[in-house]
């Protein structure tokens, strides 16, 4: 089975900080993806990245940065936290097929900014 | 606007009945429409994928169709069970850069 493992399943932080998401993957697929997931909103693209050292800005990539330095691990950063960055973030894995890529999930990391 | 649109926003069923969850688009061109289920407090999980030509697909009591001319798809549950209640969500691959655009979800809630 595939498994995607977000490193926190919750965290609090106050504005201004700076985050950092890990995610880590096992089944040694070249894409990787960070999402968000609010209220009301479909999930939003932020960054995705495709190799190592490889990233691709997404829908909202505003406020964010993303690091690949190894093939299953995937990091997300918020620079200086700011309360409108209060989400769900997803990170998924898949392989390269362009057309059936299915995308595997983490369970998720609900981010309180106070 | 939302390429994506999913409705209804939510729905209540009892145990054992069946329930449809629609999904109409605008992406373009088509690649491929995927539904997923996402329990409360997981991340989605793929229940089916479907291309042009596939009309069709079935995962256990799951079963989604896609009329590719009206753009539009469905998703049947069939025999609901307590297990059901999650949120169903619907996308939609586009063919020339492989961009996913997501409905917001069709919350569903099986009562016993």
């Known amino acids: 089975d595939v498994k995607v493992t977000q490193s926190s399943r919750y965290l609090v932080k106050r504005t201004g900080e700076k985050v950092f998401l890990e995610c880590v993957q096992d089944?040694?697929?070249?894409?990787m993806f960070w999402y968000r997931q609010d209220p009301g909103l479909g999930l939003r693209l932020i960054y995705f990245?495709?190799?190592?050292?490889?990233?691709e800005k997404g829908d909202i990539p505003e406020g964010y940065s993303v690091s690949r330095e190894k093939k299953e691990r995937f990091s997300l950063i918020l620079e200086s936290a700011s309360t409108n960055q209060t989400s769900m973030y997803l990170c998924?894995?898949?392989?390269?097929?362009?057309?059936?890529?299915?995308?595997?999930f983490g369970a998720g990391t609900r981010l309180s900014v106070l | 606007k939302n390429q994506v649109e999913q409705s209804p926003q939510s729905l209540i069923i009892l145990e054992g009945k069946n329930c449809t969850l629609q999904?109409?688009?605008?992406?373009?061109?088509?690649?491929?429409l995927r539904w997923y289920k996402q329990d409360t407090g997981r991340g989605p999980v793929s229940l089916t994928i479907?291309?042009?030509?596939?009309n069709t697909k079935s995962n256990g009591r799951y079963t989604a169709t896609l009329d590719a001319d009206t753009k539009q798809s469905s998703l049947h549950i069939t025999a609901s069970q307590l297990s059901d209640s999650a949120s169903y969500i619907c996308?939609?691959?586009?063919?020339?850069?492989?961009?996913?655009?997501f409905g917001a979800g069709t919350t569903v809630t099986v009562r016993a």
């Open positions: 999904c109409n688009y605008t992406v373009s061109p088509f690649s491929n």
């Open positions: 990245s495709y190799d190592v050292k490889m990233k």
């Open positions: 998924a894995s898949s392989t390269q097929d362009r057309v059936k890529n299915i995308q595997y």
């Open positions: 996308v939609v691959v586009r063919s020339n850069d492989y961009k996913l655009s």
């Open positions: 479907m291309t042009f030509s596939e």
């Open positions: 089944m040694d697929h070249e894409n």
